[in-house]
């Protein structure tokens, strides 16, 4: 569903995506982790088609984000990170112009809105100002706009970076709900997170991959069998303690 | 290409709604009303003039513009980047033309709408004696044209700053500029050394001598086509600058 081969992003100077390749299908969900600055969100941001790339192409589902971007952009949701929102709008007014500007209009339009507020529990606060909102809700809103065209592909940057454990809770129980159907893709630097809800994960340090299987696989590369000491030994470049944990 | 219009209305829809949400509109809209009183009626002379004519009224237009419109203007851009807004906009399935189109439609239209409101005063000077309503519908035409053409480069200054003070002043600035160019005082200063060529070019961007035929009742299409192709211009430029520095 989602190819990515050789990505490349220079900022000025800085070299923050240097040629990564991957690719995710319908039913898997994708753990993008690494340290702070290693290039995930900029990552997801060239998928999305918000930045363009230096080099490297990025499809869904058979569409180039370059070449192609309304199509794209059409079928995957996007949570960038810290889940954006227009403050003095409420989550109905907010959602009902995603849904417009989503081309959903009228009856389905409303059932979708629905649809979205029951399933991430909205219902108490769609006529106040989303400024005004905790936390949580306000990354609820920015899930249900994220799914309300019940999108293919779905692209979470830290889903549930600065939640507590409950609201953590509830988002990865969403994430596992809508796993099967869609092709995922979270950033995290929760590990535990990723046993939680992923399918698959990726380490990304300093804009390259260094790391790409199943948590069962990641996790065997250490003598420790902890997910935490292979993060630290790949990201670290400490080879000593690390037993297996290598470049792949 | 169809998905040009629903996109740009679904845009231009929020934008227009959310001048509402805060007191922002009805601030605005009472100041341009009062100042638009005051100038008429304390500066313009409107009584001594003895005619029943909206002259008085029109004259102040573009300085009235001068503040109050980079003041709607500021934060059509740099707004969305202050709150990362513009990483969801662009990431929705919106040609770059929609958004940058429909905001500045929203902005043209609420500016409007603050001019359709001292309509009372067209009434008032019918009640007094038989003016030239055609001239006035042309003065409010023209006046509703340079509101359009300020409005175009403030939407471009916004785009480059996510600060909105600085978009308020840059702006002023600028269209201070177009005012100016037409100036006698500025053209003598630059007819001392620049060639002829420039001297009129420079007169010719002037909104001022633009206005000041429209707002006599003379509609001459080189003007109307001049504040058209400003405005064509300055929304080019916008999507130029969104487009290039959409990561910073
Ligand atoms: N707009 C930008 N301009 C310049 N450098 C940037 C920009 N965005 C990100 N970077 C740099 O690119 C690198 C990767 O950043 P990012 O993708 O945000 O990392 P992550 O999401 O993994 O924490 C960092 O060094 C960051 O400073
Ligand atoms: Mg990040």
Not at chain 1, 210 to 222: E, F, I, S, Y
Not at chain 2, 96 to 125: D, E, H, N, R, Y
Request: with cysteine; charged share 15%.
């Amino acid at each position: 569903m989602i190819e990515i081969t050789s990505l490349v992003k220079h900022f000025g100077p800085i070299l923050a995506v240097d040629g990564v390749s991957f690719s995710v299908a319908r039913g898997e969900v994708l753990g993008f982790l690494g340290p702070n600055g290693a290039g995930k969100s900029t990552t997801m941001k060239m998928v999305t088609g918000f930045l363009v790339p230096t080099s490297g192409t990025a499809t869904v589902a058979g569409h180039d984000v370059t070449r192609e971007p309304l199509a794209v952009k059409a079928r995957i949701g996007y949570l960038p990170e810290g889940a954006p929102a227009y403050p003095d709008m409420t989550p109905e007014g907010f959602l009902n112009f995603v849904a417009r500007v989503r081309g959903l209009s009228g009856s389905r339009r409303r059932a979708r809105i629905d649809e979205v507020v029951s399933r991430v529990n909205l219902q108490g606060v769609m006529r106040q100002p989303i400024d005004t909102l905790s936390k949580g809700f306000k990354r609820r809103v920015g899930l249900a706009q994220a799914i309300l065209h019940d999108p293919e592909v779905l692209i979470m940057d830290e889903p549930t970076d600065g939640l507590d454990p409950n609201q953590k809770h509830e988002v990865r129980n969403l994430i596992n709900q809508m796993a099967s159907t869609k092709a995922i893709i979270l950033s995290t630097h929760i590990l535990e997170e990723v046993e939680a809800v992923c399918t698959r994960a990726i380490i990304i340090n300093r804009g390259k991959v260094v790391a790409d299987g199943t948590p069962a696989q990641l996790k065997a590369r250490h003598s420790s069998g902890r997910l935490d000491d292979v993060f630290r030994a790949i990201t670290t470049g400490d080879t000593a303690r690390s037993g297996k944990a290598g470049r792949p | 290409m169809t998905r040009f219009l629903p996109a740009t209305l679904a845009v231009m829809r929020r934008e227009l709604g959310g001048y509402f949400l805060t007191p922002v509109a009805y601030v605005f809209t009472i100041i341009f009303l009062l100042l638009a009183g005051v100038f008429t009626f304390q500066l313009g002379g409107f009584f001594e003039g003895g005619q029943a004519d909206l002259r008085s009224f029109f004259t102040w237009h573009p300085w009235l513009y001068l503040f109050l419109v980079p003041a709607v203007s500021m934060r059509l851009w740099a707004e969305e980047r202050k709150q990362g807004t513009i990483e969801l906009l662009l990431t929705l399935p919106v040609p770059l033309s929609s958004a940058v189109v429909g905001k500045f439609l929203a902005a043209w239209l609420f500016t409007g709408l603050a001019l359709a409101l001292t309509a009372p005063m067209w009434i008032t000077v019918n009640y007094l004696g038989s003016p030239d309503n055609g001239s006035i519908i042309t003065a409010y035409l023209g006046s509703f044209l340079m509101a359009g053409g300020f409005l175009a480069i403030g939407s471009m200054i916004s785009a480059t700053t996510r600060n909105q003070v600085i978009a308020f002043v840059v702006s002023v600035v600028l269209c201070l500029g177009f005012l100016l160019a037409g100036f006698g005082a500025v053209l003598d200063f630059l007819s001392g050394w620049a060639p002829q060529p420039i001297v009129e070019a420079v007169a010719g961007f002037s909104f001022l001598t633009r206005f000041s035929n429209i707002a006599k009742g003379v509609i001459d299409a080189r003007d109307v086509l001049f504040f058209l192709a400003l405005i064509a211009v300055c929304l080019f430029a916008t999507a130029v600058i969104i487009d290039t520095k959409k990561g910073g």
